[in-house]
């Protein structure tokens, strides 16, 4: 593996036909006699994929070999696939580790390891516990590319999975209203088909973000159906927030989430208590300073229940008249 001073002379010594021709508020940018590269000034944070911060230039550079070529651009998996390998930017599976070294994700795409000798920080970074990470991103029989970049805030990459686990318990679930036709004023029967549904409003993904140590991590969390908790330890699953009962139905109008009460304990008629879980199924993303896989699930999670309801339920009389 190149040492970050041999990768920075040797780009240096390829840029030396490079000619500064503008600069725009605090960005340079270098154009090359044979080649377009992008320079920035202001820092590693902003260094575009492919490239590697050069303290001498004070710039991001793509540092190549002679004789290599760049990457061409790749898709990453996409979250909520349920990956549980790493991938290369093609979508081609790679070891997670390698010769004990561990697979970065976007935007590096190579197995990196901690630049010797460490050189100092960048400019605008001396106070940071941060470390330079050096990786070979490609190779040919007569050339290689290696890419350099600085990791503020700490020297080793996030486990994107472990930070989106961490975020299960804080994410802002929402806590399902039950509501139920006929209501709690009224009552209902043996064998008759109640409404069931949540408002529709609180039928919706929601998300929630952490960065850490140069990388982002995004849990995602969406909707996949409803678990009621009917009171008389019976449960019933729907797909969706269910259809709100609107005074006026006509008694045969459809909806997608019902349930009848079959039995009854108390002859004199039996009051339940009805509750409703939204269950959520669990994606990740991880961008920037991330070690191994950059998107996977987390399989589902049932939120807590919000405002529940009540039914009362009765059996219905039959009378038999004898006429005379």
Known sequence: ??????????????????????????????????????????????????????????????????????????????????????????????????????????????????????????????????????????????????????????????????????????IPFELADAKIAPPPTYHTYISYENWLWIDSSQWRTVSQTKSLRGATVTLTATPSYVEWDMGNDDTKSCVGPGRAWVKGMPENAPTNCSYAYEEMEDPKGDTWTVSAQISYTLAWTCEGNCGGATSGDLGSQLAAAGDSTTITVYQRQTVNKNGG
């Open 1 to 170: 593996m190149r040492s970050h001073s041999t990768v920075r002379n040797t780009a240096t010594s390829l840029l030396s036909c490079l000619a500064l021709v503008s600069a725009i508020a605090t960005a340079a940018l270098l154009l090359a006699t044979a080649t377009t590269e992008r320079v920035w000034a202001d820092g590693p944070e902003d260094c575009p994929e492919g490239t590697g911060w050069n303290e001498d230039l004070g710039a991001c550079i793509q540092i190549n070999l002679p004789g290599g070529e760049t990457p061409g651009p790749g898709e990453t998996p996409n979250p909520g696939t349920g990956e549980t390998v790493c991938r290369d930017k093609d979508g081609s599976e790679v070891p997670c580790t390698k010769d004990g070294l561990t697979w970065w994700g976007s935007p590096h795409w190579c197995y990196a390891e901690p630049q010797q000798p460490q050189n100092p920080p960048p400019r605008g970074h001396e106070n940071e516990n941060g470390m330079w990470w050096t990786c070979q991103t490609g190779s040919s029989d007569s050339a290689a590319s290696y890419a350099v970049w600085w990791a503020s805030g700490g020297a080793a990459p996030v486990d994107g999975a472990a930070v989106a686990r961490q975020m299960i318990v804080t």
